[in-house]
C-alpha cells in the first residue's frame, strides 16, 4: 500500500500562481505514472495531470498551457505548478498511482486550492 500527503495548498485570487507537492511512501515511486486528480464541490474527482517513470507528460485540457507537472524520484514527491488561475480551478487536489484502470491506492487527504474572482 503506498500512501500520499498532499501539501502547498491555499487561497489566491484569479490569475495568480500555486504549486503543490505530493510525497509518496514505498519504494517504487519511480517506476510509477503518478497523477494529480482534483474535485470540486458537488463534482466527481478528475485526472487533472499525470507524468510517466519516463516524464512524459499529458494535461487535462482545461489546465494545458497553465499547469505543470514534475517529478523528483529522489524524494518520492511529484509537484504541481499551476499557473494563470481561475475560480474554476477551485478543488481539493489529490495524487495516486495511475494504473491501467485508473487511481490504483487509497486517497490521501488532499490540498485545497481556493481560486477567488
Known amino acids: 500500500q503506498v500512501q500520499f500527503v498532499e501539501s502547498g495548498g491555499g487561497l489566491v485570487q484569479a490569475g495568480e500562481s500555486l504549486s503543490v507537492s505530493c510525497k509518496a511512501s514505498g519504494s517504487t515511486f519511480r517506476a510509477n505514472t503518478m497523477a494529480w486528480y482534483r474535485q470540486a464541490p458537488g463534482k466527481q474527482r478528475e485526472l487533472v495531470a499525470r507524468?510517466?517513470?519516463?516524464?512524459?507528460?499529458n494535461y487535462a485540457d482545461s489546465v494545458k498551457g497553465r499547469f505543470t507537472i514534475s517529478r523528483d524520484n529522489a524524494k518520492n514527491t511529484v509537484y504541481l505548478q499551476m499557473n494563470s488561475l481561475k475560480p474554476e480551478d477551485t478543488a481539493v487536489y489529490y495524487c495516486n498511482v495511475l494504473g491501467l484502470n485508473g487511481p490504483r491506492y487509497y486517497w490521501g487527504q488532499g490540498t485545497q486550492v481556493t481560486v477567488s474572482s
Open positions: 507524468i510517466s517513470s519516463g516524464y512524459i507528460t
